[in-house]
């Protein structure tokens, strides 16, 4: 059973799962599959899901990156190995608080458009971010670590044109391929 286990997460699962507990709408948590290509932003998915998927995985930082949300001093430092993930709420119009679950515990989030495009170089899957100068979280909108499980990624989004979208970075994810 163990060695199901790990073959099961050594294809690359780190976005564990996650859930919407309360929300206007009727969406779920989907962990969309980045080996086949798919657009991601300017209202392509309009439903009331909360999606997640993994971007580069494992990569030793040469530099270090901006974050919005964690990290020291505003970022995560050279010398550090992490592994990228993208979070988004894509809906017409609706609400929802829920969370995502990763298999490492996260270091920061790049919440705005200047520290997602200063980070765009970690993603590196088959996706085409489209409408990159609208990303981030709109006002009102909030992203926080668990304080008691850093594994855990909360979010109160209210989505609209365009939706909300983040960057997740956790530390060395153990489930994903080097």
């Known amino acids: 059973m163990a ?3 790990m ?5 690359g ?3 564990l799962g996650g859930e919407i507990l309360r929300q206007t709408g009727g969406g779920t948590f989907v962990k969309l599959d980045t080996d086949r ?3 991601v932003g300017e209202d392509n998915f309009n439903t009331d899901n909360l999606y997640a ?3 580069d995985q494992n990569l030793l930082l040469d530099t270090p990156i901006p974050v919005d949300i964690g990290g020291i001093n505003g970022e995560i430092a050279a010398g550090e190995v992490v592994a990228s993930h993208y979070v988004f709420f894509d ?3 609706g609400v929802h608080y829920g969370y995502v679950d990763f298999d490492a515990p996260i270091l920061g989030v790049a919440a705005l458009p200047a520290s997602m495009d200063a980070t765009d170089y970690l993603a590196n899957t088959s996706v085409n971010y489209i409408s990159t100068d609208l990303r981030g979280l709109e006002n009102g909108d909030y992203v926080w670590i668990d304080e008691d499980d850093p594994f855990r990624l909360w979010v109160y989004w ?3 044109s365009p939706g909300d979208y983040i960057r997740v970075f956790t530390a060395r994810s153990p489930g994903a391929m080097m």
Request: no cysteine; glycine share 4%; hydrophobic share 55%.
């Open 7 to 11: 073959a099961a997460h050594s294809v």
């Open 37 to 39: 290509a798919f657009d």
């Open 3 to 5: 060695a199901a286990m």
């Open 53 to 55: 998927f993994d971007e």
């Open 158 to 160: 209210a989505g609209s």
């Open 91 to 93: 809906s017409l119009n």
């Open 13 to 15: 699962a780190t976005v």
